[in-house]
């Protein structure tokens, strides 16, 4: 790859008192891409994030952000990122376009009030400029804490866990907000607990279950070699037990014997469909629906996670 954004390079991580957050790390993020860290509670998510922002030191490894040492050169690399955290840390009483300013002016940035405003009112916040923070719902202290991040002109935004706990609206607003940057030319990185969220947004998914990054793909691409699809066959008269000839296509009997699922690996030559349906029309099974689906990353995701199990 050609001079990406952000190059993590055998990171690891281990806690005072034992806790190792992250295995050795190798990651990539190419310029203008928008990557999703997707695993559950726990994976290591935030703090990789800590670690490339500079708030948390790695017990080893390497970070180049845009060419700068993250480590060595901790003021050149911070200054390209901006950082949405989880939490809201903002002083409740201070006033939207104040603490944006003062976000700017931290680091080392002249004042720019062209620029703030077209960050403000791409958030939707530009009338609520004047307002003081604990005046604003919950969604827009979130769009405060983005506007925030962005003030100092980052080319690189991390979006820890964007959408935890907001409404459906806001999660919509907020995906459209995340392409609208990427237009601008902003690299994107965001965890997320939620498969839908790296389904609809992300360029590249990585998932990371338990400090291992075990997997990094194009979203599509993810899904074309991962996919497993599923046929659904709805059954003219329902069945108490599979009989024993259809054993060997592991299918399920569902919804009181009416349904039968069979899960197949889009990979293989052989899918088994047309053994199985010739095999259903010597034992007279008769059909009246065939259904087939193919699986959501959220299928892919449980069975990666489940692999990293002992
Ligand atoms: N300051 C800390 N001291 C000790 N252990 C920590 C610390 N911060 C995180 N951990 C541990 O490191 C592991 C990874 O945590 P991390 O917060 O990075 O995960 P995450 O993927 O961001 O989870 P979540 O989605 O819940 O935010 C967890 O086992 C966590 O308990």
């Not at 050149?76 to 409740?92: F, H, N, T, W, Y």
């Not at 409404?167 to 459209?176: A, G, H, Q, T």
Request: charged share 30%; proline share 4%; aromatic share 6%.
């Amino acid at each position: 790859m050609t001079d990406p954004i952000l190059s993590v390079e055998g990171v690891t991580k281990t806690y005072k008192g034992g806790v190792t957050a992250l295995q050795p790390v190798d990651l990539e993020i190419r310029r203008g891409e928008i990557f999703a860290l997707l695993g559950p509670n726990g994976a290591g998510k935030t703090t990789l994030i800590s670690i490339v922002c500079g708030i948390v030191t790695p017990s080893a490894g390497a970070i180049r952000v845009d060419g700068h040492d993250a480590l060595r050169d901790y003021k050149g690399a911070r200054r390209k990122i901006g950082l949405v955290p989880q939490e809201l840390s903002v002083d409740m009483f201070e006033r939207v376009i104040d603490t944006v300013n003062f976000s700017r002016g931290l680091f080392g940035r002249a004042p720019n009030p062209a620029y703030v405003e077209q960050v403000l009112r791409d958030l939707s916040l530009w009338d609520k400029r004047h307002a003081k923070l604990m005046e604003l719902s919950g969604g827009m202290k979130r769009r405060v804490l983005i506007a925030k991040a962005l003030s100092h002109e980052p080319d690189l935004l991390f979006l820890d866990e964007p959408t935890a706990g907001v409404d459906v609206e806001l999660r919509r607003d907020m995906w459209k907000l995340v392409h609208r940057l990427r237009e601008r030319g902003v690299t994107i990185i965001l965890t997320t607990h939620y498969i839908e969220e790296a389904e609809e947004m992300a360029d590249r998914v990585g998932v990371i279950a338990k400090g291992k990054l075990l997997l990094v793909e194009e979203k599509a691409e993810m899904m074309k070699k991962l996919g497993k699809r599923e046929m659904v066959l709805t059954l003219a008269e329902p069945m108490a037990t599979i009989p024993a000839e259809l054993a060997e296509w592991n299918l399920t009997l569902e919804d009181e014997g009416k349904r039968l699922r069979y899960i197949f690996d889009a990979r293989a030559e052989r899918t088994g469909i047309p053994s199985l349906l010739r095999k259903l029309g010597d034992l007279d099974i008769g059909f009246n629906d065939l259904e087939t689906y193919k699986s959501s990353l959220e299928d892919i995701f449980v069975d990666l996670v489940e692999g990293t199990r002992a």
